[in-house]
């Protein structure tokens, strides 16, 4: 396509925009004159969709009207609330049903998949991962890895990309692995990088991984409805992430997990509770633990049901659009956002995402000055900084325009 960089080119892309009508189905906060925002933050924080609102509010009413016995007479039944989200989020992850789990919160999923799938031995004990990963999964695996009495240093890869580039290179990938494949014992890569925006060649790193008998996990945060993932068939072991980016379900609501198939009757160990005991004589009190041959095997406690009405209500909007046409619509947004930063003549700023993406475009500030993202920040931008010198961008194709996007250059030329 010929791009323009006029206000009326941006209109006219908006006016052909099959999903457009879907903008006005969320709420966009207001500047203090009224006027909408520039929101680009839906990779930090999602909108609150306007139908968020029906959904909770039917569950405060039957709360209200049943107390406890809502459990089972509410108008949707708390007792298996969770399995109302499970369709919409095995095609937002290329999963079966049987896949996929809401529960708890991304990093307490991480920990939980870890105690399953990170099982080091003396010879195989090393974790791959990203080094500019975001800081709760480092955390979290190097406290997994002390926890099994290894040290950080002898056990963490942390990738990093090549001198001068800011993506790492899937064959670097692979060279470490095909070096340390005997001693590593887990890969667990954001799907998306929070700091780049960079997607990683999931099927292909899983299949690396796999044939040197690594398990292989992704933390999908920045990746669960943003970019198009066919988990089940790619056989990723396990995958992780949360629900108020992309996803819109409002601050810290329940998270999710995926866990393969082919694990659903193994006997792997995991810290177990009763609502992944089986259903079928859960309220019988068993003593024993017999886990759901199902990742809901994986729960431990019932879920909040005001969290997961709000997941629901935003995940009926991605049964209504599907992710095709989200992704399609993502592409066009950021090939016009970067078409337009490309125009702008000036050294005071560089791309670093490469140009395998979601919708987020990250750019970097040279000598890390957040002079920049504060006056873009008066001027009605909300967007995203990131120490020590990136401003993160994302055009999210459910609620942002491709008038969002141009009046977001027009600003920063501007500034600029």
């Excluded at 007792?79 to 919409?88: G, R, V």
């Amino acid at each position: 396509m010929n791009y323009k960089n006029t206000l009326e080119f941006a209109l006219e892309l908006d006016a052909n925009d099959e999903l457009q009508h879907y903008r006005n189905e969320f709420h966009i906060p207001l500047q203090k004159n009224g006027e909408e925002h520039i929101y680009l933050c839906g990779n930090s924080l999602g909108l609150q969709a306007k139908r968020t609102a029906v959904f909770i509010n039917q569950e405060l009413a039957d709360w209200a009207t049943f107390g406890v016995e809502g459990h089972f007479h509410a108008k949707n039944p708390w007792m298996p609330y969770h399995e109302f989200l499970t369709e919409s989020y095995s095609k937002i992850v290329g999963a079966k049903q049987s896949e996929v789990i809401a529960m708890n919160t991304l990093t307490v999923n991480l920990h939980l998949m870890m105690v399953s799938f990170y099982q080091p031995t003396e010879k195989r004990h090393k974790i791959i991962i990203e080094a500019d990963a975001f800081p709760s999964d480092i955390y979290a695996v190097e406290s997994q890895i002390k926890y099994h009495g290894y040290s950080v240093e002898d056990s963490l890869i942390k990738l990093t990309p090549r001198g001068g580039e800011s993506a790492i290179r899937t064959e670097d990938i692979e060279a470490i692995i095909e070096r340390e494949g005997d001693e590593i014992a887990l890969i667990i890569l954001g799907g998306v990088n929070y700091y780049t925006g960079q997607v990683f060649d999931f099927e292909t790193i899983t299949k690396l991984g796999q044939d040197k008998g690594i398990v292989v996990g992704f933390d999908l945060a920045h990746a669960a409805g943003n970019v198009k993932l066919d988990l089940h068939n790619w056989e990723v072991d396990f995958a992780v992430w949360c629900s108020y980016k992309y996803l819109n379900s409002g601050p810290g609501s329940v998270a999710a997990a995926f866990v393969h198939e082919k694990h659903h009757h193994s006997n792997l160990p995991r810290f177990a509770g009763w609502w992944g005991h089986n259903k079928e004589d859960r309220f019988e009190m068993p003593d024993e633990f017999s886990p759901i041959k199902s990742a809901e095997g994986w729960q431990l406690s019932n879920p909040s049901i005001l969290s997961l009405a709000a997941i629901r209500a935003s995940l009926s909007v991605f049964d209504e659009v599907g992710m095709d046409k989200l992704v399609r619509k993502s592409k066009q947004l950021t090939d016009y956002l970067l078409f337009l930063l490309d125009s702008i003549e000036t050294d005071r700023i560089e791309i670093i995402t490469p140009k395998e993406r979601g919708c987020q475009i990250s750019i970097r500030v040279k000598n890390g000055n957040k002079e920049l993202f504060d006056k873009i920040t008066e001027k009605g931008v909300i967007a995203d900084w990131r120490d020590p010198d990136v401003i993160r961008v994302a055009p999210v194709p459910l609620y942002n325009s491709f008038s969002d996007v141009f009046n977001f250059y027009n600003i920063l030329k501007t500034v600029l």
